[in-house]
């Protein structure tokens, strides 16, 4: 089970995931997330600080989230990752397309 919660803070919309974004789980995230893919203004972050799990589906979301922002030239970033969680974006080459923050 996922949740996700979209919030905005100044140029940023905050993207918080929590729990596990697995293969049933991102058929629902697919449509949460549709606000980020559709919108021109803001900077996107992840909040994976509540992420315990992450499968290629998960993944392919941020490949969405990556490809919208960088057509529309803002930036994209990566936050609060565990070991695991950065270890699995690391190994998929996110941590080379976005930006990280602690």
Not at 92 to 98: D, E, K, N, Q, V
């Amino acid at each position: 089970m996922v949740d996700i919660t979209i919030t905005e803070q100044g140029e940023r919309q905050i993207v918080k995931i929590s729990g596990e974004l697995d293969n049933t789980a991102s058929r629902d995230a697919v449509k949460a997330l549709a606000p980020i893919t559709e919108q021109e203004n803001y900077d996107v972050e992840v909040d994976c600080s509540e992420l315990k799990y992450i499968s290629s589906s998960g993944l392919r979301l941020l490949l969405n989230i990556y490809k919208h922002q960088c057509t529309i030239g803002h930036r994209r970033i990566l936050s609060h990752m565990d070991d695991y969680i950065k270890k699995v974006l690391d190994m998929g080459g996110f941590l080379t397309i976005f930006e990280t923050e602690e």
